[in-house]
């Protein structure tokens, strides 16, 4: 008898999510069949119309779940008891981390995103809006604050900071000379010398 591995014995949604994950990194977005997806699953196409209406729904959520644990991380950091500073950069280094311990869900999104709906896309761009003002709202107190300079817009900081963490999947390797810990410090450190007064 095959024993389980903790994919087969995982709840029906979380093996669906991670199939279209492994096949979208492979094979592409628009070159991975539902029925290719509900194979590697091992479930049937009713139990993916149960959980997700499409496999847009699949795109979406794979995006949606690392978003999530973004921002819950961010609020956490921002609502902490420490100086602006320290809260910013432990925030900005937290992005930088999850993204790349989910690396396949972002690369997947970034290169997928134009197959999503009208409707969809808004969705998504609502809750990345949310994550960059909550972000954002760190930056601008430290400058209320003269912790941070004024000189460069705090709009212009974020997506500076944020265009680093899109390019990660281009260029990140987990075998590469930089750790993502140490890949993170360095663009956090960066953020903050960009905002030394």
Do not use: C
Request: aromatic share 8%; net charge negative.
């Amino acid at each position: 008898m095959a024993k389980a591995t903790d994919e087969d014995t995982a709840p029906v949604p979380q093996r669906l999510l991670a199939a279209a994950t492994r096949l979208f990194a492979e094979q592409g977005y628009d070159r991975t069949s539902v029925q290719e997806i509900v194979e590697a699953a091992g479930v049937t196409k009713g139990a993916l119309y149960h959980y997700f209406g499409s496999k847009e729904d699949l795109l979406q959520e794979i995006y949606a779940r690392v978003l999530r644990l973004q921002q819950e991380r961010l609020d956490a950091f921002a609502d902490a008891d420490a100086p602006v500073e320290q809260r910013l950069r432990d925030a900005a280094a937290d992005v930088v981390v999850t993204t790349i311990e989910n690396l396949d869900d972002a690369s997947i999104f970034f290169r997928s995103m134009h197959h999503l709906s009208p409707e969809k896309n808004k969705q998504v761009r609502v809750e990345r809006r949310r994550y960059h003002e909550r972000f954002r709202a760190l930056v601008e107190e430290g400058q209320r604050s003269g912790v941070f300079s004024t000189a460069t817009p705090a709009d212009l900081i974020v997506d500076y900071h944020f265009g680093s963490v899109h390019h990660l999947s281009t260029w990140y390797r987990p075998d590469g000379p930089l750790s993502q810990q140490e890949v993170a410090d360095h663009l956090a450190d960066l953020l903050l010398r960009a905002l030394r007064p």
